[in-house]
């Protein structure tokens, strides 16, 4: 950290903050930020609505999958907190002039955490994940090698994103982003089934884009501090209208992947009809984000565009489940 991110730390830190340490584990895992774990909802609808035969065996399966998921994240998240900490972008894009940031959602920064307790964690995350994935493989009806691959690759992936390699400083933060919610989806659903189905590879590929169009709109407000550590992502890259139209692809992509379904026959025809109002949401995050500028609201109606969007899902997949 330079001396002005010294200074910024010690004017954050003017009043003491006093926690549990349990709940600030809890914030360094970000527990809250719940989106990616919504893929087992989506998974287990999809699995209902597209086999005709049901194994118990996927019930352990899908809660050992899960599980280590949100192990995974809490390691990948504690790990950014961390290099975030270390090389002084948290601090400028949480200090006390972000006053829309709240304050105790960096444990490093507010001191309720030490680095050396949040790089413990992330590493005892990180272990219990592949255990917990480890048994995932092992317990559920089918283990196809490729579907192996994929979880191997993206566990690695994750401790790498900002530690280590740091991919996510090096232009891969978007894609990860977006890859991580359509593993997250295709993994499970093979380890259930053995195989890939039109319809879930739809959903994958929506499900993934919502938590990459929460992403994009806080790299937007972040462009400074990533631009200081030199973290690339689109949007500290290329210029604000570049940037915009890049978020307004997205946010067209999300449509168009259930439209081409729809068209295609890879899902009901109905489909894209029923996404309908999680499409005119994302329409109204948009315009909020960089017509009215309020970037941080359009963050923050993009969590609730992406919970819909999985509610929406999910309802889709009892209706054909319904309906066979």
């Not at 699995?47 to 994240?73: D, H, N, R």
């Amino acid at each position: 950290m330079t001396r002005s991110q010294d200074r910024l730390l010690a004017q954050w830190r003017a009043e003491p903050i006093r926690e549990g340490k349990l709940r600030s584990y809890a914030r360094l895992a970000k527990l809250d930020v719940y989106d990616y774990y919504l893929s087992g909802f989506v998974v287990f609808t999809a699995i209902l609505a597209t086999t005709t035969q049901f194994s118990v065996s996927v019930f352990p399966m899908l809660l050992c999958f899960v599980a280590g998921e949100v192990c995974v994240l809490a390691s990948l998240v504690a790990f950014d907190d961390y290099t975030g900490y270390t090389d002084g972008s948290d601090i400028a894009n949480y200090g006390p002039d972000a006053p829309l940031r709240r304050k105790l959602r960096k444990p490093l920064v507010a001191g309720t955490l030490t680095p050396a307790e949040a790089l413990r964690f992330a590493w005892g995350a990180a272990a219990a994940a592949a255990i917990l994935w480890t048994a995932a493989v092992l317990v559920g009806p089918y283990s196809p090698m490729w579907t192996i691959g994929l979880m191997v690759v993206t566990f690695v992936v994750s401790i790498q994103y900002s530690y280590g390699v740091k991919l996510s400083y090096h232009g891969f933060q978007e894609l990860f982003l977006a890859a991580l919610g359509w593993v997250l989806v295709l993994a499970p659903y093979a380890l259930a089934t053995g195989r890939l189905d039109s319809f879930v590879l739809v959903q994958a590929l929506i499900f993934g884009l919502g938590p990459l169009l929460f992403g994009v709109y806080s790299n937007t407000n972040d462009i400074d501090g990533d631009r200081s550590v030199g973290r690339t992502t689109v949007a500290s890259t290329v210029s604000p209208r570049a940037n915009a139209l890049f978020v307004g692809a997205l946010s067209l992509a999300e449509f168009a992947i259930g439209a081409i379904g729809s068209l295609t026959g890879a899902a009901p025809w109905w489909f894209v009809l029923a996404m309908a109002p999680a499409s005119v949401f994302r329409a109204m995050q948009f315009y909020r984000g960089f017509r009215a500028g309020d970037i941080m609201t359009a963050r923050r109606m993009g969590f609730r565009v992406h919970r819909l969007s999985v509610l929406l899902m999910v309802l889709a997949n009892l209706i054909v489940l319904a309906t066979a």
